[in-house]
């Protein structure tokens, strides 16, 4: 059964109501680990299998078969529920594509908004509280002032926000390409101004080094608002972003983990390892062998270093 389905049917669909109910009854779900699944294979027969092998019971959906789950047809999504639900597993969150890189401040802004009002239902089908967004990064060839820039952010993730709290969903944002990801100070000034139970934080731990800012700092200053974890690591070398396994970069994996569970984190930590290939980049795998068991190393790896912080 998906995740909180039993509740989600006798609650009244599309109301905020059900959101209350979800984010209260994940308060009592045990951590458990996750994965941005199409690093592992871009079938989801092959997403499913990795996750088998890892052991784990929640997949992070972002595209099958190259394409954003938002964004299938409905007979091409309903085939991917059909396959999760009968593989006993569950999704613990949407990865999607609103507000990301691939869609700056000068773009349309229905775009984002269809695409959320179309993720919602399928969102309810799962069971899946979150989807993740980003929040605009500037437009590279006619970039606005700073000051239009965050209010138009701002003023766009109201309204995604709005349309999130009424479906029942949390818009989970990334420390990542778009205003709000430029800081922490950024991230706090977002959530604070859009003032919405429905858009929260998901801290993914590898972006910070990328974007020479510092992990551990960046996470002090959001923790309030993580509902959610992406685990990736990585470090600058002669200049360059260079991926690496959780625990061996600069995103202090291992000290921000240990600081969630000490503190009684109950979410998920999903894995986007980005070593065999980096989707904003257009990085590919050699071979999807390659790209399949790199991503089981890389859970197996998350999962012994969970093991050494709860032997402490």
Sequence with gaps: MAPFAQTRQSAPHGRAVFLQTLMSEMKGVRMFFSGISDEAGQGIDNQIKAHRELGWTHLELRMIDGQNLTMLPDAAFDAVFDKVTAAGMKVSCFASAIANWARPITCDPNIDVEDLKRAIPRMHRFGTPFIRVMSYPNDKDNPL??????????????????????????????????????????????????????????????????????????????????????????????????????????????????????????????????????????????????????????GRRLMRIVEDIRKR
């Design 145 to 298: 002032p700073e000051p239009e820039w965050r209010r138009e952010a701002i003023r766009r993730m109201k309204t995604l926000a709005k349309i999130a709290e009424d479906g029942g969903v949390t818009l989970a944002h990334e420390n990542c390409s778009g205003w709000g990801g430029l800081s922490a100070e950024n991230s706090n000034i977002l959530i604070g101004e859009v003032n919405s139970p429905a858009l929260k934080v998901v801290f993914d731990t590898g972006n910070p080094p990328t974007y020479r800012q510092n992990a551990w700092e960046y996470y002090q200053t959001v923790y309030k608002d993580i509902v959610y974890v992406h685990i990736k690591d990585a470090r600058i070398v002669d200049g360059k972003e260079v991926y690496t396994y959780c625990g061996e970069g600069d995103g202090c994996v291992k000290e921000i983990v240990g600081d969630l569970l000490a503190k009684g984190y109950d979410g998920g930590f999903s894995i986007e390892p980005h070593l065999a290939a980096v989707i904003h980049t257009g990085q590919k795998a050699d071979t999807e062998q390659h790209l399949y068991e790199s991503y089981v190393e890389y």
